[in-house]
């Protein structure tokens, strides 16, 4: 097999565009990708300070390693690496240890944040104290708030994630049939909020398969973390992730088409304005009248532990 | 296994409300759906003149058969049935005799429209002389329009479809798996046009389950066409119908909660104005400059034979 674009020996077949690769032509067309999403959604500007969510895994330390090589074009823009520690035994810990190894080789700044410190508790001991079955949703609901309180302590106006194009079809299917369509709002992949209320959110992988990530990942020689997370049973976005793998399968590039949908669809949500009000309990913005992070801490009878950053 | 509600013997346990149903309560509650759900959107008027579009399949005749159940609620409006004969040899024969001895035992007016006449052209010389693998999306097409003329012809103000939940939740997860979302606001249960620019579409079957539809045919003795059309190979459509069945097996009342998220995207997409055309050729309404009718027609050198009906 022949690398489409150099004829050298090509070792990985891109069925969604028809073209075979070579390993340097496939890394390069990787990080021209992000380049293109970057500049396609204006998602950085000149003096940014950029805070990259690093958990250890592929996506993100993919990111942070491409950001690294991209930030010649920003050279007045920071990137400081910031990982939220959710006290997950036996799990976190190989994770962190390999996230400070690739900042520390990038000279990269690198800040944690525990859920400890910020909520009082860790995400086993919340686990411990309810028995309801979705571990991610509330682990989901306190990490995007710990990121921006994250972001806020560094001083970073944009916070960078490591979502991919599965990671975003998933999460819209899952939107869609278990009922959350308002949270396809939140998904946009440049979340800007023009209020200011919160830190922007961009996710420069999102045009990049989670196979592809992977496998930049291998060929580059990243070391992350291969384990998954123990409490990631994840029952019905485990099942949405198969059936998408395997529609992809008979029909090449239907996670791109689904995307775009999906773009489309934050588009026309996002300029359906929604009113938002500070929570009662800790005065972050919330579409009720109390944020989803203190419903889920005092459901589970947890004291008020959230302090709004100013 | 006792029925729920009267504790005669069950024939049917309903998952997604974890009840079990004898034949008399069964029915009773689909009938119960259906005028909740023309109730609930206001579907119909006291003056109406309805026209019930009718296959000739188990959706279009329970639907028949219930709203003219229902009729005596609505004493002055008026039902008349329509068929649209695409032209498919060897299968709408025996639909359009089934459509017409229902008809009949109802006293209900039943009005024929062929593709052939309203087209000069029938599905299969249609297909015949393109080489595209997406029958069904020219059959929808043209028959939407022809729903439209046939609407106009028996001057009805609302056309009545038999779509069912499933029928929606597929159309909905085809629209965003493969590109179309602009389509997603076309299909609202309550289709109304605030400019009278088309005739308001009501879908009254659209929160019941296909497969109690067809178990209320079998039970209310509806005699309906088995054979599925012969050019329905519909490959995408068919792998999601699979999916979502298997997800609502695993998940009972799935369906009904990606039904709820269409709705929302719906209500939230149809206020997102869409500004709408004459076509340069027929004078219909279409967002571009030339609507999808002519499109396929032009695309496949068939002569213009769409006369706009005033």
């Given at each position: 097999?022949?690398?489409?674009?150099?004829?050298?020996?090509?070792?990985?077949?891109?069925?969604?565009?028809?073209?075979?690769?070579?390993?340097?032509?496939?890394?390069?067309?990787?990080e021209?990708?992000v380049r293109?999403t970057i500049?396609?959604?204006?998602m950085f500007?000149?003096?940014d300070?950029i805070a990259v969510a690093i958990?250890?895994?592929?996506?993100s330390l993919t990111l942070l390693s491409i950001l690294n090589r991209l930030k010649m074009r920003f050279?007045?823009s920071k990137l400081i690496a910031?990982?939220?520690?959710?006290?997950?035994?036996?799990?976190?810990?190989?994770?962190?240890?390999?996230?400070?190894?690739l900042?520390?080789?990038l000279?990269i700044?690198?800040?944690?944040?525990?859920?400890?410190?910020?909520?009082?508790?860790?995400?086993?001991?919340?686990?411990?104290?309810?028995?309801?079955?979705?571990?991610?949703?509330?682990?989901?609901?306190?990490?995007?708030?710990?990121?921006?309180?994250?972001?806020?302590?560094?001083?970073?106006?944009k916070?960078v994630t490591g979502?991919?194009?599965?990671?975003?079809?998933?999460?819209?299917?899952?939107?869609?049939?278990?009922?959350?369509?308002?949270?396809?709002?939140?998904?946009?992949?440049?979340?800007?909020?023009?209020?200011?209320?919160?830190?922007?959110?961009v996710?420069p992988l999102?045009?990049?398969?989670?196979?592809?990530?992977?496998?930049?990942?291998?060929?580059?020689?990243?070391?992350?973390?291969?384990?998954?997370?123990?409490?990631?049973?994840?029952?019905?976005?485990?099942?949405?992730?198969?059936?998408?793998?395997?529609?992809?399968?008979?029909?090449?590039?239907?996670?791109?088409?689904?995307?775009?949908?999906?773009?489309?669809?934050?588009?026309?949500?996002?300029?359906?304005?929604?009113?938002?009000?500070?929570?009662?309990?800790?005065?972050?913005?919330?579409?009720?009248?109390?944020?989803?992070?203190?419903?889920?801490?005092?459901?589970?009878?947890?004291?008020?532990?959230?302090?709004?950053?100013?």
């Amino acid at each position: 097999m022949q690398c489409t674009f150099c004829k050298s020996h090509a070792f990985y077949r891109r069925e969604h565009e028809g073209v075979s690769l070579c390993k340097r032509c496939f890394t390069k067309s990787i990080e021209n990708k992000v380049r293109k999403t970057i500049s396609e959604y204006e998602m950085f500007d000149y003096k940014d300070i950029i805070a990259v969510a690093i958990s250890g895994g592929k996506d993100s330390l993919t990111l942070l390693s491409i950001l690294n090589r991209l930030k010649m074009r920003f050279p007045l823009s920071k990137l400081i690496a910031i990982t939220i520690d959710e006290g997950i035994y036996g799990y976190r810990e190989e994770a962190i240890s390999l996230a400070k190894s690739l900042t520390e080789s990038l000279g990269i700044e690198h800040k944690l944040f525990s859920f400890k410190d910020l909520f009082q508790v860790t995400l086993d001991e919340f686990l411990k104290k309810q028995n309801e079955l979705a571990p991610c949703s509330y682990c989901g609901v306190l990490r995007r708030r710990a990121l921006e309180i994250a972001g806020r302590s560094v001083g970073a106006n944009k916070i960078v994630t490591g979502h991919n194009l599965d990671d975003e079809v998933q999460t819209m299917l899952l939107n869609i049939l278990h009922g959350g369509v308002d949270r396809l709002m939140r998904s946009s992949p440049v979340l800007a909020d023009p209020d200011g209320r919160f830190i922007q959110r961009v996710k420069p992988l999102c045009y990049l398969y989670e196979r592809e990530i992977a496998l930049y990942a291998y060929v580059t020689g990243l070391k992350f973390q291969h384990i998954p997370c123990p409490h990631g049973s994840r029952a019905l976005r485990g099942e949405i992730r198969d059936i998408l793998n395997s529609l992809e399968d008979k029909h090449p590039s239907l996670k791109y088409t689904a995307f775009s949908s999906k773009m489309k669809l934050s588009h026309i949500i996002a300029n359906h304005k929604v009113q938002l009000n500070s929570c009662r309990i800790c005065g972050e913005w919330t579409s009720g009248d109390m944020c989803e992070v203190c419903r889920v801490l005092l459901e589970n009878r947890e004291i008020r532990c959230l302090i709004r950053e100013a």
